[in-house]
C-alpha cells in the first residue's frame, strides 16, 4: 500500500459526515489565517511552504506549493523559503547544545531554558571548530537577502522557530526581525500561519487513518 497516495486525500470528504462540527471550524480558521493582512496572501503561502518543511508532511507541501505558485510565488523564492527553514532547524540543535556543557557542568543552574545558556555555544566552536564554522557560514547564506529580503527571512524564521519550538530561535530571530523592522503584527500572522500549517498536517494525515481503518 502507498501510504503517500494523491489520491488518499479523497477521503478527506468523508469529514464532512464523520466531524462536521470540527472540520468547518478547522476550515474557518484556515480561511482567516490566509487572507490578505499584514502579510499578503503570497507570503503567507511562502512561510507556508517554509513551515510544511518543519511538519515533513508531503500532502502539505504539495497544496501550499501549489498555492504559493498560484499567489505569484517564485521557485527561487520557495527554494531560499525553505533554506531558511534547514538554517533555523541547524541552529535549534546548535543552540540546544548549551544543554550538554550544564549537562556535564554539577554547579549549573536547575533551568533548563535560561537564556544566559547561550553564552555557551563557544564550546561547540571549541569542540568541533570545522563543523561550526561551516553551520555558521550556512546560516549566514541562508537568511541573507536574495530574491527574499533579509527582514522577509526574519519574519520566516520567527514562523519556523515557534514551529519547531525551539525558544532560543524564536528569542534570536524575534530580536533579528525587530532590528530589522517587521511589526508585531507581521509576526503574528506568520506565527499563525505556522499554526495553521502544523494543525493542517493533523488535518492531512486524516486521509491516511480513513484508508486504514476502511481496509
Known amino acids: 500500500m502507498d501510504l503517500y497516495?494523491?489520491?488518499?486525500?479523497?477521503?478527506?470528504?468523508?469529514?464532512?459526515?464523520?466531524?462536521?462540527?470540527?472540520?468547518?471550524?478547522f476550515s474557518d480558521f484556515?480561511?482567516?489565517?490566509f487572507k490578505n493582512g499584514a502579510l499578503s496572501?503570497?507570503?503567507?503561502?511562502?512561510?507556508a511552504v517554509a513551515i510544511t518543511h518543519v511538519t515533513q508532511c508531503p500532502y502539505c507541501i504539495d497544496a501550499h506549493t501549489k498555492a504559493a505558485k498560484k499567489a505569484g510565488a517564485t521557485l527561487e523564492e520557495l527554494a531560499e523559503a525553505v533554506f531558511v527553514t534547514a538554517a533555523v532547524e541547524a541552529g535549534g540543535t546548535v543552540t540546544h547544545s548549551t544543554h550538554v556543557h550544564n549537562a556535564k557542568d554539577k554547579e549549573a543552574s536547575d533551568v533548563l531554558y535560561s537564556r544566559s545558556n547561550l553564552k555557551n555555544l563557544g564550546q561547540l566552536g571549541k569542540f568541533a571548530p570545522d563543523g561550526f564554522k561551516g553551520y555558521q557560514a550556512f546560516s549566514a547564506a541562508a537568511t541573507k537577502a536574495g530574491k527574499l529580503s533579509t527582514k522577509?527571512?526574519?519574519?520566516?524564521?520567527?514562523a519556523v522557530a515557534n514551529a519547531t519550538q525551539c525558544p532560543y530561535c524564536i528569542d534570536v530571530h524575534t530580536k533579528n526581525a525587530d532590528k530589522h523592522g517587521v511589526t508585531s503584527e507581521?509576526?503574528?500572522?506568520?506565527?499563525?500561519?505556522?499554526?495553521?500549517?502544523?494543525?493542517?498536517?493533523?488535518?492531512?494525515?486524516m486521509a491516511n487513518m480513513i484508508r486504514s481503518y476502511q481496509d
Open 186 to 205: 507581521e509576526l503574528a500572522e506568520a506565527i499563525m500561519v505556522a499554526s495553521a500549517v502544523r494543525a493542517g498536517g493533523s488535518y492531512a494525515h
Open 152 to 158: 522577509f527571512k526574519e519574519i520566516i524564521s520567527v
Open 30 to 33: 484556515n480561511a482567516a489565517v
Open 41 to 47: 496572501k503570497k507570503e503567507k503561502e511562502i512561510i
Open 5 to 25: 497516495a494523491k489520491e488518499n486525500m479523497q477521503n478527506l470528504a468523508q469529514l464532512k459526515d464523520l466531524a462536521p462540527e470540527q472540520l468547518k471550524a
